[in-house]
């Protein structure tokens, strides 16, 4: 299947905050918009058309879509709205089975690798065809130990979607098996991905600012959902 994954240049800016509709809380945190929510909306379209064309192709008619909780709940809850009008569009013989999960993992201080000590509301997956879907593939480690694992559990398949991979000089090299956009390494939010639990609420992929950076990552600013005020 050929690759359509959108880039984003090394080199791009971003577009200016003032073009779209940002709360006015988040102004003074954030650097620009990298993804406006309109892009991101007509891309998941052209992700959900793939999906199926490969599933049907592969004669899989039975799916469960891993939602890997909490920053991927947006990306998966548009995604398998665009999954199920495609299906219907196009008479597939496709069902889908919905599960919310919440991966735990910690580093081995030995080795330096992602190790995943469970799976939090995981039911039998034995025999099942599985479609993992997330916000971020940042080094990637987490997830190939996600898909071992999965696979160690019995899946008959495992295929992964994510909106976003960060090109980064710490990837391990994987790839999700259908992506939205590639970005450049930067620190990103919005649409779901929090820092500190902020910003979920954000329509639009954006950058946040090195002020930014900085006052959130102070302990005092860790309370959950907490924004602390700008100096005027």
């Given at each position: ?121 995981c039911i039998s997956i034995k025999g099942k065809n599985l479609l993992v879907v997330d ?39 994987y790839r999700p098996d259908f992506l939205g956009f590639e970005v450049p390494d930067r ?18 992929i954006c950058s946040i600012n090195e002020m930014a950076k900085k006052v959130f990552a ?15």
């Open positions: 299947m050929k690759d359509e994954t959108v880039i984003l240049d090394e080199n791009f800016a971003g577009f200016p905050l003032s073009s779209f509709c940002i709360p006015e809380r988040y102004v003074p945190h954030l650097e620009s918009v990298l993804v406006p929510n309109g892009m991101i909306k007509d891309r998941i379209k052209r992700i959900a058309a793939e999906i199926i064309e490969f599933f049907e192709k592969e004669g899989i008619t039975s799916v469960s879509m891993f939602c890997v909780l909490k920053g991927g709940f947006k990306y998966f809850s548009d995604l398998i709205d665009e999954i199920q009008q495609t299906i219907w569009s196009r008479k597939c013989n496709i069902s889908l089975q919905i599960e919310f999960v919440r991966v735990k993992s910690y580093i081995d201080t030995t080795s330096g690798d992602v190790v995943i000590s469970d799976i939090e509301n916000d971020l593939v940042d080094t990637g480690k987490s997830m190939m130990k996600l898909i071992e694992y999965l696979h160690g559990l019995g899946a008959a398949s495992v295929n992964v979607s994510c909106l976003l991979l960060k090109r980064t000089p710490l990837s391990c090299g620190f990103i939010v919005g649409y779901a991905i929090d820092y500190n639990e902020c910003f979920r609420d954000l329509l639009h102070m302990s005092k600013h860790t309370e959950l959902g907490y924004l602390p005020p700008v100096d005027s």
